[in-house]
């Protein structure tokens, strides 16, 4: 294809992503001198649309962003009342007692809150700033400059046919350069993987480690809903199959977002992440809460879960990855809101002092600095054994010990295990299909569970059919002479919205991809066991279409 033509548009900042990561940069940027040009690009058909954490938020980071939020109508109505941990068995449960639990696990004075309510509040304070915000636009390229730094971003390429050449309407999109890029993609973002492959971000760390995260929002009987109350459980139905467990938080309306999250370094690939939760809500404990309720919404999304050890280096010249771009959730607290407002603001502040000195395109080493010795680095840092403890002894052995450790290091500030390492990352992790059994999973009932295409449709995903297929194989071949016979081709599983499928065509087997579902979650650009599909932006707009998740 020849070289295309495109306008330029020149920022003190290109922002992509409207998460909490990109919104508090700009705002905080903003904040810090008027007059900088700051833009932010989001994929999503509007600012929240993308957004899945229906989210418990540690409001540290937004008090230190917006102190007066309150008073300037953020939507953090509902504050945690009740905190609840249990441990599930196939028919009963154990409730583990608060008191054992390091004070950092506690939810007093967290909010539940719909996080893309949040966001779309703070894009709301950010265009008064004069923030230019646009949604619709994926930024599917970067812009390197003269000397290999990072100087923008592709957005708003439209109209290709599926073989990838310029259809009837084809739009080439703008560059969009400025002084700064902040990468706020949040986790597995496309250009942030780029930028950390190209410049070894990640050299010397450990590897990145993921879990799958699904979402329902449901209405249940107003007689057993109790705003303000969080429940976690863990244990059945994954038992030692594999790491993760659930979130139940009663919201305010009668609403109640019921999750569960598994981590993806399993090792069996029969495993079928979304019958794992689909099962979790015929628990008595949660079907009885359920019974008589609807559900609203469906959305899932890839969580990082590699913490401190994981987390690369965040600058690069030109470019600084910020929140789970570059993987700042707190795993036991299931936690990373208030980092990625933290390090928005902390990678503004960074790059207003280096506007100011009138630097362009360097690395933003103040803004690793602050990470690293401020409140995000001392927030990960205390819990860094927790999830390599997990995926070494398993639940119940990491229970106890991630406890003492997380106590020791609440306390003391120190760990009696060092900083333990991940290991392989999760799609190597995963064994052949033949040293596993397949799992028999009950056949969703309409009522209680679904089965994955209806839930889909309650995503409100759309993508242009004509454009090319967003989800790229490095060799087409490899899902069915590899992945087929060696794993059971895993992607017919571990995907929540049901895009791949290998289905018989002429009496062979042949692997298909319904783009069309996807719901940007990145579990397969994770999980392939071959490491060969790689996950791109499709056009903007395109995607889920997340209400109030
Ligand atoms: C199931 C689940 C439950 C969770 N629960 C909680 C919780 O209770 N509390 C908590 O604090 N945290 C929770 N988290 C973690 C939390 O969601 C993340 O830490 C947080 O979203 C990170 O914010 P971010 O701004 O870095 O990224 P995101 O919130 O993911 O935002 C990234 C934005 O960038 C956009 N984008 C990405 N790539 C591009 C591109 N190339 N071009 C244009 N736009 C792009 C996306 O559409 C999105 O809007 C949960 C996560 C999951 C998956």
Redesign the pocket.
């Known amino acids: 294809m020849a070289e295309i033509e495109r306008e330029a548009m020149e920022y003190d900042v290109v922002i992509?992503?409207?998460?909490?990561?990109?919104l508090s940069a700009a705002i905080r940027l903003k904040q810090l001198d008027a007059d900088l040009q700051v833009v932010v690009?989001?994929?999503?058909s509007e600012?929240g649309?993308?957004?899945?954490?229906?989210?418990?938020?540690?409001p540290s980071g937004l008090n230190a962003l917006i102190p007066d939020w309150k008073e300037k109508g953020a939507p953090l109505n509902v504050e945690v009342k009740e905190d609840n941990f249990y441990m599930l068995g196939e028919a009963g449960h154990v409730r583990i007692p608060n008191f054992p639990m390091p004070p950092l696990m506690n939810n007093h004075g967290n909010y539940i809150v719909s996080?893309g309510n949040v966001?779309r509040w703070m894009a709301e304070q950010a265009e008064e700033m004069g923030v230019e915000i646009f949604p619709g636009?994926?930024?599917?390229e970067l812009v390197y400059g003269d000397k290999g730094e990072v100087k923008g971003v592709v957005?708003g390429e439209f109209g290709k046919n599926p073989d990838g050449t310029p259809g009837p309407a084809y739009e080439p999109g703008m560059e969009l350069h400025g002084k700064y890029v902040f990468l706020?993609?949040?986790?597995r973002?496309?250009?942030s993987k780029e930028v950390i492959a190209k410049f070894g971000l990640s050299d010397g760390k450990e590897p990145q480690k993921y879990?799958v995260?699904?979402?329902e929002i449901w209405e249940i009987d107003p007689a057993k809903h109790k705003e303000g109350t969080v429940t976690h459980t863990m244990g059945w139905p994954l038992g030692s199959n594999a790491g993760g467990g659930s979130?139940i938080?009663h919201l305010d309306n009668n609403q109640v977002y019921v999750?569960f999250?598994v981590h993806l370094n399993y090792k069996n690939p029969h495993l079928f992440p979304y019958m794992e939760f689909q099962r979790f809500k015929h628990h008595p404990v949660v079907a009885e809460l359920l019974k008589g309720g609807k559900r609203v919404a469906y959305g899932a999304?890839?969580?990082?879960e590699g913490g401190w050890q994981s987390m690369p280096k965040l600058v690069a010249p030109g470019v600084a990855l910020?929140?789970?771009?570059a993987g700042?959730?707190n795993v036991p607290r299931?936690?990373?809101?208030?980092?990625?407002m933290l390090s928005?603001k902390a990678a503004a502040e960074a790059a207003y002092e280096a506007i100011k000195a009138e630097r362009v395109g360097d690395e933003l080493a103040a803004y690793e600095t602050d990470v690293r010795d401020g409140a995000i680095g001392k927030d990960l840092k205390m819990v860094r054994n927790v999830k390599p403890m997990w995926s070494k002894w398993g639940l119940t052995a990491s229970l106890a010990l991630g406890g003492l450790d997380m106590w020791t290091n609440n306390l003391l500030g120190f760990s009696f295990f060092g900083t333990l390492g991940h290991g392989k990352n999760d799609a190597e992790a995963t064994e052949e299909a033949s040293k596993h059994k397949p799992i028999d999973y009950p056949k969703p009932d309409g009522v209680l569970s679904f089965d994955r295409l209806t839930n889909v449709s309650f995503s409100m995903t759309n993508h242009e059919e004509s454009q090319p297929c967003h989800l790229r194989l490095g060799n087409e071949d490899t899902p069915v002479r590899v992945n087929l016979p060696k794993f059971a081709e895993p992607a017919q599983r571990y995907c929540p919205a049901g895009v791949y499928e290998v289905v018989e065509k002429d009496g062979q087997p042949e692997f298909v991809i319904n783009f069309q579902n996807c719901v940007?979650c990145k579990t397969c650009d994770i999980k392939d066991p071959s490491q060969n599909i790689t996950w791109t932006?499709p056009q903007?707009g395109d995607?889920p279409n997340y209400p109030n998740m």
């Not at 690009?41 to 999503?44: F, I, M, N, Q, S």
């Not at 706020?184 to 986790?187: A, D, R």
């Not at 999304?301 to 990082?304: G, L, V």
């Not at 299931?334 to 990625?340: L, P």
């Open positions: 992509v992503g409207a998460g909490p990561a990109g690009l989001e994929k999503g600012v649309a993308h957004i899945l954490s229906g989210a418990v938020l540690d996080m966001c636009m994926a930024c599917s957005a706020g993609e949040g986790v973002g496309s250009l879990g995260g699904m979402k979130f938080y999750g999250v999304r890839a969580i990082t910020l929140g789970c771009s700042m959730v299931i936690k990373g809101n208030h980092n990625a928005g940007h932006t903007g995607g």
